[in-house]
């Protein structure tokens, strides 16, 4: 039997400890433990997956500030499911959010800083942007309505169409743009979570947040349905868009 990397292992070990220190200071019910752990367990086995998919037999100094954000966003998770059976304290989610998102600056100049940048961990900070957003965005629909939801599951959608459309997985050129755009996502939700301001002006700002990823995505796919008939492609599920 192959053995189980460390870094994963004691990613699940950490998110344990964070839902203990959660549950004693702010409350946890048991759905949001067993959301917790749930996320925990799934981000162990993904990540393992991954790293022998790649190759890899230990994490790199920016992956595992991308792992800190990950277990971040397993409290997020955790709190947002307890959200919908009792209140939660609203400080300590944005509070949490906040961090993660702060983080998400840093992971990519580890990499090049120390020369460690790879597909991998490309991947993994993609993953990892894009589940907090799609966390976040099922936390603000209530107040804001279902649409908001599309922020988070438009880049799960594009990865479903990758699967019935093959040129969808072409191979794009690089934007940081990209990476732009899922920032003011996480911002935007963020400060919607935190309900400082006045509901119009958060409904605005979520609007255009989900304009600029419209556009972002829109972007994409039509450079690539005009390259379809000669672009090579890459696996189902791998796309550029998906890494970018």
Known sequence: MPSV??????????????????ASTTG???????????????LCMLVERAMRTARRGALGP???????RALLTGCV????????????AVPVLVGVTAVALVLDAVDGRVARGTGTDSAFGARFDMEVDA?????LSVYAAPRFGAWVLAIGAMRYAYV???????WL??????RYWRKVVAAIQGITLAVAAAGLLPRPAVTVALAAALALLTESFGRDVVWLWQRRADAPVVAAGQSERVRA
């Open 5 to 22: 990397s460390p870094g994963p292992v004691i990613g699940l070990i950490v998110q344990f400890t964070l839902l203990v220190v959660l």
């Open 28 to 42: 946890l019910s048991s759905v949001g433990w067993l959301a917790g752990i749930a996320y925990g367990i799934g």
């Open 62 to 68: 920016a992956d595992r500030v991308t792992l800190t």
């Open 77 to 88: 998770t955790a709190l947002v499911v307890d959200a919908f059976t009792r209140d939660i």
């Open 131 to 135: 589940f907090l957003i799609l966390v």
């Open 160 to 166: 479903a169409a990758t699967w019935v459309l093959p």
């Open 169 to 174: 997985r072409g191979r794009l050129f690089p």
